[in-house]
Antibody, heavy 123, light 109 residues
């Protein structure tokens, strides 16, 4: 079981960034995926989850309207796009798979993590 | 807002340390969906405890979790040098979201 994320990005303020998370070793549609970010020297912050089976999403309030989570089941890949970037969005972004398929899957802990994608927002 | 954890705890090898995670009746106090993560510098977090007190396979039984009211706790017994890391609690909330703790740095003396 593995989640492999896309490479580091450097963006200018106001731009958007799209991070990918490719799953392998399991049935992609069976497990919810969370996105978590961690700013330098800070603790992690939950951003939201996506149900890879239905495409349904749930975002943390502060990210609503700024973040879009999608997936492509044909290539077992999830995406997380952040728009209108500011320097406060500089962080490592992680995808994390639910640890179980127990219903409802979004209540399962984050059992498998990607390696993280560094996003730097700088003018 | 973030769950409250002590910034740091320390102990000698072989000792036990306990990390608290204090929330409210809207998160920790209302659900069994509290988990704990270990994170080494520059690495992704690793799940250590889920649903308050359950250990994933492969996690040492030196790690244990509990909850009382609005406070969850992680205990590391038989402290080892390799346990030196940051630890974060996470709870599901009544807003159908998740909230992380502020994080605790464990130092092995």
């Amino acid at each position: 079981v593995q989640l492999v994320q896309s490479g580091a990005e450097v963006k200018k303020p106001g731009a958007s960034v799209k991070v990918s998370c490719k799953a392998s070793g399991y049935t992609f549609s069976d497990y919810y995926l969370h996105w978590v970010r961690q700013a330098p020297g800070q603790g992690p912050e939950w951003m939201g989850w996506i149900n890879p089976h239905s495409g349904g999403t749930n975002y943390a309030l502060r990210f609503q309207g700024l973040v879009t989570m999608t997936r492509d089941t044909s290539i077992s890949t999830a995406y997380m796009e952040v728009s209108r970037l500011t320097s406060d969005d500089t962080a490592v972004y992680y995808c994390a798979r639910a640890s179980d398929t127990t219903f409802p899957g979004y209540l399962c802990a984050m059992g498998v993590w990607g390696q993280g994608t560094t996003v730097i927002v700088s003018s | 807002s973030a769950l409250t954890q002590p910034a740091s705890v320390s102990g000698s090898p072989g000792q036990s340390v306990t990390i608290s995670c204090t929330g409210t009746s809207s998160d920790v106090g209302n659900y069994k969906y509290v988990s704990w993560y270990q994170q080494y510098p520059g690495k992704a977090p690793t799940l250590m405890i889920y649903d308050v007190s359950n250990r994933p396979s492969g996690v040492s039984d030196r790690f244990s979790g509990s909850k009382s009211g609005n406070t969850a706790s992680l205990t590391i017994s038989g402290l080892q040098a390799g346990d030196e890391a940051d630890y974060y609690c996470v709870s599901y909330t009544t807003s159908s979201t998740y909230v992380f703790g502020t994080g605790t740095k464990v130092t092995v003396l």
